[in-house]
């Protein structure tokens, strides 16, 4: 059974910077994507940055050159470094992992609604 479990959330000030850690288990995927999702009140959930089983990774315009998606195979564990943060990224942050065929894009799996797993969620709040 597959397991995601987020941390690292919280409340910080306009400009700070939160880490994001989702730790994964009882995957068995040789070729994946995973990656970091959010939903703030009243709007539709959306992508923020995935990356796959090589280390190819994609950002929403919105975060690119702020956020920082990584992973430690070794640890199953999956990172989202949030620098110069915004009253707009407060939102409910959730991790996701889908098992893909080969030469599937991340964002197609996400344009797909094709991830399966996801974690509880976290939230940040960003105060201005």
């Known amino acids: 059974q597959v397991q995601l479990v987020e941390s690292g959330g919280g409340s910080v000030q306009s400009g700070g910077s939160l880490r994001l850690s989702c730790a994964a288990s009882?995957?068995?995927?040789?070729?994946?994507?995973i990656g970091w999702f959010r939903q703030a009140p009243g709007k539709e959930r959306e992508e923020v940055a995935a990356i796959d089983n090589d280390g190819i990774t994609s950002y929403a315009d919105s975060v690119n050159g702020r956020f920082t998606i990584s992973q430690d195979n070794a640890k199953n564990t999956l990172y989202l470094q949030m620098n110069d943060l915004k009253p707009d990224d407060t939102a409910m942050y959730y991790c996701?992992?889908?098992?893909?065929?080969?030469?599937?894009?991340?964002?197609?799996?996400?344009?797909?609604?094709?991830?399966?797993?996801w974690g509880q969620g976290i939230q940040v709040t960003v105060s201005s």
């Open positions: 009882g995957y068995t995927y040789s070729r994946y994507c």
């Open positions: 996701a992992i889908e098992g893909v065929p080969a030469a599937r894009y991340c964002s197609t799996v996400w344009h797909r609604r094709e991830y399966t797993h």
